[in-house]
Nanobody, 116 residues
Framework: QVQLVESGGGLVQAGGSLRLSCAAS????????MGWYRQAPGKQRELGATITSGGSTNYADSVKDRFTITRDNAKNTVYLQMNSLKPEDTVVYYCYVDSAWSDRYWGPGTQVTVSS
């Protein structure tokens, strides 16, 4: 059993910053990619940012140059530093991890609300 626990969501004014964290625990012995998806009400979940085990990163155009994804392999934790937040960043953020056996595990989601 693998559990992902997210933290750091909340309410912030436009132009502000938040840092999301996602810690994986349980029966996961090797992690490949980690990342964050975003989902607005009534819309499909879309990729926000990913980071490979080697540290290579990829960002959606909508968050590029504003968000930074990092990971701490010793803690099985992925972070998303979000700067210059906009009202359109008001979505639920879901973290995920991919195991070495290509299993994907999801967090429960954390709400971020950006007020204008």
């Amino acid at each position: 059993q693998v559990q992902l626990v997210e933290s750091g969501g909340g309410l912030v004014q436009a132009g502000g910053s938040l840092r999301l964290s996602c810690a994986a625990s349980g029966s996961i012995f090797s992690i490949n990619a980690m990342g964050w998806y975003r989902q607005a009400p009534g819309k499909q979940r879309e990729l926000g940012a990913t980071i490979t085990s080697g540290g290579s990163t990829n960002y959606a155009d909508s968050v590029k140059d504003r968000f930074t994804i990092t990971r701490d392999n010793a803690k099985n934790t992925v972070y998303l530093q979000m700067n210059s937040l906009k009202p359109e960043d008001t979505v639920v953020y879901y973290c995920y991890v991919d195991s070495a056996w290509s299993d994907r595990y999801w967090g429960p989601g954390t709400q971020v609300t950006v007020s204008s």
